[in-house]
């Protein structure tokens, strides 16, 4: 028993995530004053990635205790979650939000801990034209900026793989 437990705890990963005064979330494995423990089941060490799922963070398609800033529904519609993307194909994002956005709130995604900026004030939909191979994890997060409140969805992660030069649609007759 006592195997089985060192086996898990050599492969749990603890990353810590805190969103900063411009409402910017960050992941680190360093932990940070207020930051928030972040349990993962695989070590993602060397990847480059945050982890999926957080303790107090519904997983993907739990219902949440109530509104979220007055929002029932705040999720994100597309990518899916541990959805496989090839070559250069355009990745549309969208966010599933009822009713619509308040007026005076503030949206934004963050795409592997980074504000994404290129995609529009308060875009609820959008493309992300080409991303090099690699794991991506997506946020979208609301922010009522009378009050400071904000809120993030749960975060999807999605894979971009390239295909091979080597494969046979590359082979020339």
């Known amino acids: 028993m006592l195997a089985a437990l060192a086996a898990f705890a050599g492969q749990a990963a603890v990353v810590y995530k805190w969103t900063d005064a411009d409402g910017v979330v960050h992941y680190s494995d360093q932990p940070v004053p207020g930051a928030e423990k972040i349990y993962t089941s695989a070590s993602s060490a060397g990847t480059g990635s945050p982890a999926r799922a957080t303790p107090d963070i519904p997983a993907p398609g739990a219902q949440r205790a109530g509104p979220v800033l007055g929002y029932t529904d705040f999720s994100i519609a597309s990518p899916q979650p541990d959805q496989t993307f ?88």
């Open 86 to 173: 090839f070559g250069d194909e355009v990745i549309t994002v969208s966010l599933a939000l009822s009713p619509e956005l308040k007026q005076n709130h503030v949206l934004t995604w963050h795409l592997n801990g980074r504000e994404l900026e290129d995609q529009g004030p308060n875009a609820t939909q959008f493309r992300l034209p080409h991303l090099d191979r690699n794991t991506y994890v997506l946020t979208a997060i609301i922010t009522d900026p009378q009050s400071g409140e904000s809120r993030s969805t749960d975060s999807v992660t999605f894979f971009v793989r390239q295909p091979s030069a080597l494969s046979p649609q590359h082979q020339r007759p």
